[in-house]
């Protein structure tokens, strides 16, 4: 059969992200600091002369629709990022897309929190944006990825993610300001330090509902705060000293979460500075703090995270450790000294599957740049 398409399509590379430090502050209007990665999705688009829309991936099989009827929200999970990106762009350009086939494949494990989500939704974005002119700003697809992420996948997630994966650039961290969305880049240079993630090979089931919840609580915060000092709109904007002067009024666990926002934030304000600075040692010390922050504070760590963090402590050769992404499971992110790296993967997969039976995945990663298109 001769294919239905037109000459020319697109390869679009989709990276996944990791976040140095500012977790869980996003939705919070605060600081983070994330960085694209090396590892992508690949996705390989063509237009196609009549209406309908194909879309396969390597590891999830092929769903298909009419770009003219009206989108459903998918019972396969993975067919939604898809989906909700479409549905994005059709509201913001009606008319404008047609059929197209879209096959793609990953190098990103899921469940990771590298991101995974926002690589496919950023890069189906990207690439359909850029396939039918539909002539729509990199913010603007952000907010379409995001947006897809709420209403079609059920994750009322923050900006972070598909902010990381469009604008990373080779060789540099992001500090974004969540709230206004400006941002600076910084060197990503570690000095004699590797980062290395520990996939845990758990993504415990909670992750949805429990992140839904702390969103929730923060938003409690906020509105108990508010009501002695009206002029904070953003969680992450209250000083510590607030907070605890409210101690009485906020519950017992939306406290917790409120101080950890607060501490937060200013770390990773502080982070930022002292990586500047190529103080990556005092860097570290300061993953140290929020991993602690987001096990006992804001509860989002699982025992198999806990483990991996605690296996570092007492190595000099690694400067920072911590859970990163929404938590629950996933990977952490360490620093550490290059010459030490083997022996640190050597010895954490050891433990690890001694203590939980279970394999862990070591992923070494390099900063690299935003999502790209290249004719295929
Ligand atoms: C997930 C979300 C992000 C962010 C992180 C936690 O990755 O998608 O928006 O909230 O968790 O920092």
């Known amino acids: ?38 590892l992508k999705v690949s996705l390989k688009i063509y237009k196609t002369e009549n209406t309908y829309c194909t879309i396969s991936s390597k590891h999830g099989g092929t769903f298909g629709f009419d770009i003219q009827q009206p989108l459903e929200i998918s019972s ?12 994005g762009l059709l509201k913001k350009r009606p008319n404008q897309l047609g059929g197209f086939e879209c ?18 939704e950023c890069g189906v974005a990207k690439g359909l944006n850029h396939l039918f002119d539909l002539n729509l700003s990199d913010i603007e697809l952000i907010e379409i990825s995001r947006m897809a992420e709420h209403n079609y996948v ?22 974004l300001n969540c709230k206004s969305l400006e941002y600076q880049l910084i060197d990503a240079d570690f000095s004699t330090f590797k980062i290395v993630l520990l996939n845990s090979n758990v993504s415990h089931n909670l992750v949805s509902s429990e992140y839904n919840t702390r969103r929730a609580e923060c938003g409690q915060a906020l509105k108990i705060i508010q009501e002695q000092h ?45 990586m500047q600075e190529g103080k990556i040692e005092s860097f570290g010390a300061l993953m140290y703090q929020t991993h602690e922050g987001l096990s006992k504070y804001y509860e989002v760590s699982c025992p198999e995270l806990d483990f991996l963090v605690g296996l570092t402590l007492d190595l000099p050769q690694v400067v920072g450790s911590r859970m990163m992404g929404g938590g629950f499971g996933g990977c952490t992110i360490n620093l550490v000294k290059e010459d030490f790296v083997q022996n640190l993967i050597d010895m954490a997969q050891m433990q690890y599957k001694k203590e939980f039976d279970i394999e862990l995945t070591p992923i070494l990663v390099e900063t690299s740049s935003g999502v790209e298109i290249t004719n295929s």
Not at 7 to 19: D, E, F, H, M, Q
Not at 76 to 87: A, F, K, Q, R
Not at 154 to 175: P, R, S, W, Y
Not at 261 to 266: G, T
Request: proline share 5%; aromatic share 6%.
């Open 103 to 120: 096959s793609i494949s990953s190098e990103l494990p899921i469940g990771a929190g590298i991101s995974s989500s926002a690589a496919l």
């Open 1 to 38: 059969m001769i294919p239905n398409r037109n000459a020319t399509g697109i390869l679009v590379k989709s990276p996944g992200r990791i976040n140095l430090i500012g977790e869980h502050i996003d939705y919070n209007g605060g600081y983070v600091l994330p960085a694209a990665i090396n």
């Open 76 to 87: 396969t999970h993975w067919e939604n990022y898809v989906l909700g990106v479409i549905d």
């Open 230 to 274: 009206p002029n904070f709109d953003f969680l992450a904007d209250v000083p510590e000293t607030i907070i605890e002067s409210l101690k009485e009024k906020l519950p017992g666990k939306v406290y917790q979460r409120a101080l950890y926002v607060s501490r937060e934030n200013a770390r990773t304000l502080k982070a930022a500075s002292l």
């Open 154 to 175: 059920g994750n009322k997630c923050g900006v972070m993610d598909q902010f990381a994966v469009t604008m990373g650039q080779n060789n540099k961290l992001l500090i």
